[in-house]
């Protein structure tokens, strides 16, 4: 399974797409708003996880974009600012406050997993 990390914290960056790695799914992950936007277009993932709060393009724009792709990738915004993130829940299919638990993340990651794989 295809994931692309869009986060610009890079020690938070570098502990996602390792944690993801060792899941056996191929990991891209990305510092900015603009270079997830072009991530999208260039390596279509079949899950999104992006930080709401990012330089060059907001999350909220990398996720608009990422619900337009066929197929929609599975997305899941993270922020630590709880009511930007109720209000872009609509874009989400999850939605994860930091901090948070390295587990809660894999968890849903795994769920997705599952369901990706009964459905391919």
Request: hydrophobic residues 50%; without cysteine.
């Amino acid at each position: 399974m295809k994931i692309l990390i869009v986060e610009d914290e890079p020690i938070l960056r570098e502990v996602l797409a390792e944690m993801f790695a060792t899941g056996d799914h191929e990991v891209k992950a990305v510092a900015t708003g603009a270079s997830g936007l072009a991530a999208l277009e260039r390596w279509p993932p079949d899950v999104l996880v992006t930080d709401l709060g990012l330089p060059e393009a907001d999350g909220e724009e990398v996720a608009q974009a990422a619900v337009v792709l066929l197929p929609r990738p599975w997305i899941v915004l993270m922020s630590a600012e709880r009511g930007r993130l109720e209000s872009a829940r609509f874009l989400a299919d999850a939605i994860v406050h930091k901090p948070f638990h390295m587990d809660e993340l894999m968890s849903l990651i795994e769920l997705y997993h599952l369901r990706f794989l009964r459905s391919h």
